[in-house]
């Protein structure tokens, strides 16, 4: 399973972004996907993630009513809606599959596929 994330770059406060994540592999609609983000000196934190048979979504407390996660089982993407974007957002976004739940997932925890990262930037 390979993840190749886009659509970063520079924004100002209170403006959107997309992210898309293309994941190639097989069983797409079998895997949780999901995004995190880092920033440095700080461990890698989860952001969203949204399942694979009933599209089930949830989201970091931090982000609820600004992002909304969607899939898209025909075309093998994953794709992250963040609206009304603060400074604190920024930050290298990855997404990630897992065949297992992803909310509660580090860097470590085992069967997690990432992506490369797209960094994310926010000014005030």
């Known amino acids: 399973v390979q993840l190749q994330a886009s659509g970063g770059g520079l924004v100002q406060a209170g403006a959107s972004m997309r992210l898309s994540c293309v994941v190639s592999?097989?069983?797409?609609?079998?895997?949780?996907l999901g995004w995190f983000r880092q920033v440095p000196g700080k461990e890698r934190e989860f952001v969203a993630a949204i399942g694979g048979t009933y599209d089930i979504r949830n989201y970091a407390d931090f982000v609820k009513g600004r992002f909304t996660i969607s899939r898209d089982n025909t075309k093998n993407t994953v794709t992250l809606q963040m609206d009304s974007l603060k400074p604190e957002d920024t930050a290298v976004y990855y997404c990630?599959?897992?065949?297992?739940?992803?909310?509660?997932?580090?860097?470590?925890?085992?069967?997690?596929?990432w992506g490369q990262g797209t960094e994310v930037t926010v000014s005030s």
């Open positions: 990630a599959a897992r065949r297992g739940s992803l909310v509660a997932a580090r860097i470590t925890t085992p069967g997690i596929y």
């Open positions: 592999g097989r069983s797409f609609s079998t895997y949780v």
